[in-house]
């Protein structure tokens, strides 16, 4: 059932407990939502240079084609460059797409969460219930 729970305000400036809740939900959704991007792009950021430089160059259009050339043109450019032109741009890239990746996160969690058949308590009321310092036991 529902018991009163006692937990004073130490002011009035004091955050309620639901929307503390609420803020470390979105920071929690926000974190990984770009580490899991940051580590997403190191793995695949390699083969981005390599196509990206398939499609620039027209005569290497054909090596689509060929899984051997491709890996030939992966070593051309580490014995070349180095491993570092693989990840050449990989800075402005991440500027760009981790803040859509936390975009889109944010969204689905908050459509999740908010439009779930299995959410028996609204927002609302669960604030209700939070303010008035009364507990759900589950």
């Known amino acids: 059932g529902l ?4 937990s004073p305000a130490k002011h009035a400036g004091d955050v309620s407990r639901f929307e503390h ?3 470390q939900r979105a ?3 926000l974190l990984a939502s770009s580490v899991s991007k940051i580590a997403a792009s190191m793995v695949a950021y390699p083969h981005e240079v390599v196509r990206s430089r398939l499609q620039a160059d027209p005569s290497k259009r054909t090596l689509l084609e060929e899984l ?3 890996v030939r043109l992966a070593r051309s450019i580490y014995s070349k460059e180095g491993l570092a032109a693989f990840y050449s741009g990989m800075g ?6 981790v803040p859509s990746c936390m975009l889109t996160f944010s969204c689905y969690e908050f459509a999740k969460r908010r439009f779930s058949p299995n959410e028996i308590v609204s927002l609302e009321e669960t604030a209700h219930n939070v303010e008035m310092g009364l507990e759900q036991e589950g």
């Open 3 to 6: 018991e009163p729970k006692v």
């Open 21 to 23: 809740a609420a803020r």
């Open 27 to 29: 920071a929690s959704v």
């Open 68 to 70: 051997p050339a491709v």
């Open 92 to 97: 402005v890239n991440l500027m760009r797409a």
